[in-house]
T-cell receptor, first 118, second 114 residues
């Protein structure tokens, strides 16, 4: 149990276009999901915390108008990279926390989405 | 603010030998500590966590970690390494009970040679 999927697993787009990445909890409900960005050979940087039915909470330095997050259901959160530029190329990873679980329960991570902007 | 340090970029060990991947943390309150493993182009897989109780925590795939409050450390260990253990390992900490933000270390690449 506790499987998180991401779609697509990789995407290549032209500069200036928008890309949507989906994060789904397949066998559990997740009130809270998280979006991370990972640069090559670097750690994960939390971009935003996504809460079902409310606005996402963005980390300092993350442009909320560029990285649109929608958490419309207890099993789906989406990240839309708007007007993508080559510097947005990265590995994007989502995670989900089980609804009603203990506060210290682990997050379950998706397999990641590699975005390449040409 | 909480922080995590993984002082080694890479750890090399021969198959069958014991391995240790180091992690130290800094929090103002009580820590919740986690280890995750990442294989190439994949997301993170949970290995183990320390919340409270025994300082020695056992996790997946034969890994264990020892919580040392005085040294603020949470080193990952395995008695006998496998080639398939080769991957990127991340230590993470959460500080406040109920607060969900995880802070990750920079990661340590483990290379197990045959």
């Amino acid at each position: 149990g506790a499987v998180v999927s991401q779609h697509p697993s990789w995407v290549i787009c032209k500069s200036g276009t928008s890309v949507k990445i989906e994060c789904r909890s397949l066998d559990f409900q997740a009130t809270t999901m998280f979006w991370y960005r990972q640069f090559p050979k670097q750690s994960l940087m939390l971009m935003a915390t996504s809460n079902e039915g409310s606005k996402a909470t963005y980390e300092q330095g993350v442009e909320k108008d560029k990285f649109l997050i929608n958490h419309a259901s207890l099993t789906l959160s989406t990240l839309t990279v708007t007007s993508a530029h080559p510097e947005d190329s990265s590995f994007y990873i989502c995670s989900a926390k089980k609804t009603g679980g203990f506060p210290y329960n682990e997050q379950f991570f998706g397999p990641g989405t590699r975005l390449t902007v040409l | 603010a909480q922080s995590v340090a993984q002082p080694e970029d890479q750890v090399n060990v021969a198959e069958g030998n014991p391995l240790t991947v180091k992690c130290t943390y800094s929090v103002s309150g009580n820590p919740y500590l986690f280890w995750y493993v990442q294989y190439p182009n994949r997301g993170l897989q949970f290995l183990l966590k320390y919340i409270t109780g025994d300082n020695l925590v056992k996790g997946s795939y034969g890994f264990e970690a020892e919580f040392n409050k005085s040294q603020t450390s949470f080193h990952l260990k395995k008695p006998s390494a496998l080639v398939s253990d080769s991957a990127l390992y991340f230590c993470a900490v959460r500080e406040v009970p109920g607060f969900q933000k995880l802070v990750f270390g920079t990661g340590t690449r483990l290379l197990v040679s045959p």
